[in-house]
Structures are given as structure tokens and as C-alpha cells.
């Protein structure tokens, strides 16, 4: 399917707010993500992705060129409605309003997560890295990396382009949420320990 198509389709998807498949790995016919397509750019999708339970996600944001077949309608995703009905899960989209058609979508969401203090994921090959948005520009983003233990380490720099996915407030992002409270708790313990 070419691009061009691709682009057109997952547009149309944004539009009626359905819930569809993205198949994004040529080796793994099986491997697929499932949600609601929020916005597309030329070069990126943004989605709020559910489990195979039907619960929400979070989201992510993935390049259009990877983006091998789109379903949308078929049992599966009919499934999934009937899951997120029982969970009494709700679809919430990340943008209040919707990113105008010429936006830089990947750019957007990053200053978003930055306004917001989103922790968030960045997926580059077999590497993730995970932390809080510092700066972001048309060509780069800064990050401040969370450590194993959810403590703050160092800044990493990386390219856009490098950039597969990036993922907003999934498990993984709510995982280092807590054990930041959890680092935070035992920072404030530790003076009253001295005494």
C-alpha cells in the first residue's frame, strides 16, 4: 500500500473516530496495535491505544512509513468496543483541539508532554529511554531521563527522524510515575530518619 493511500486512510479513520488495527511490523503478521487514529501529519500518526482487554493505553505516536495495513470494522476491533463498554472505558483524546493540517504532529505532542510534565517513552531500534520532555524543536528533542528506579539521571538529545515511536502515558509511563512518588516519599523521609 503506498504512502500516499496510507495517509488518506488513516485520515479518514481520525475523522469518524473508529477503532482500528495498525499492523507496523513486516516479520510478525500478528503484530499489530489497536486503538483510535487522533491525527496524522505527513510523516506521523498519533493514536490512543487500548490492551487486548479493552482498557486504554495511553498514547502513541508512530511514522507513517512504518505503518503497513490498516483494518478497521472487523471482529477484532468490534471485540475491543464491547470490551471498553464493559470496563466503562472512555475514549479520551490527547488534544483538546485538533492539531491544524500543517502541524508538525510528532513536534506538537512533544511540547505538549512538556507543557504538560508528561513522563514519556522513546522508542529508537531495540533501545527505550524514558523520562520528561526538557526542550523540543523541529529537528530535536531534550530529554531528562528517569532512571531504573525512578529517580532523575541524564539529559539525552535526540534527533526527530531517529525517533519510531513515542509513547504517553502507557504502563511503562505510569510505572516510572510511581516510582517517582515512591523516590519522592523516601527523599522526604530521610531527614526526620537522621534525628
Known amino acids: 500500500m503506498n504512502n500516499g493511500y496510507m495517509i488518506y486512510l488513516l485520515r479518514i479513520l481520525a475523522a469518524q473516530g473508529a477503532l482500528a488495527s495498525l499492523y507496523t511490523d513486516p516479520n510478525d503478521p500478528e503484530g499489530f496495535c489497536a486503538g483510535f487514529v487522533e491525527a496524522v501529519d505527513g510523516a506521523h500518526v498519533l493514536s490512543c491505544d487500548l ?7 495511553g498514547w502513541r505516536v508512530r511514522r507513517n512509513s512504518d505503518v503497513l495495513q490498516v483494518l478497521a ?7 475491543l468496543g464491547m470490551l471498553m463498554a464493559y470496563h466503562k ?9 485538533e492539531p ?4 508538525d504532529l510528532l513536534l506538537s505532542v512533544l511540547l505538549a508532554c512538556k507543557a504538560r510534565g ?3 517513552s522513546i522508542i529508537i531500534g531495540n533501545e527505550m529511554i ?6 523540543a524543536n523541529g529537528l530535536r528533542v531534550k530529554i531528562r531521563l528517569i532512571d531504573f528506579y525512578g529517580r532523575a ?7 526527530l527522524r531517529e525517533i519510531e515511536i513515542l509513547e504517553i502515558d502507557t504502563q511503562e509511563e ?13 527523599m522526604t523521609l530521610l531527614p526526620s530518619e537522621d534525628k
Do not use: N, S
Request: charged residues 40%; contains cysteine.
Open 51 to 57: 490492551t487486548p482487554w479493552g482498557q486504554i493505553d
Open 73 to 79: 470494522g472487523e471482529e477484532y476491533e468490534q471485540r
Open 89 to 97: 472505558q472512555k475514549h479520551r483524546c490527547f488534544f483538546t483541539e
Open 100 to 103: 491544524a493540517e500543517d502541524t
Open 118 to 120: 508528561q513522563i514519556v
Open 130 to 135: 524514558t523520562g520528561r520532555v526538557l526542550e
Open 153 to 159: 539521571a541524564e539529559e539525552e538529545t535526540i534527533t
Open 174 to 186: 505510569k510505572m516510572y510515575a510511581v516510582l517517582e512518588e515512591l523516590e519522592r516519599q523516601r
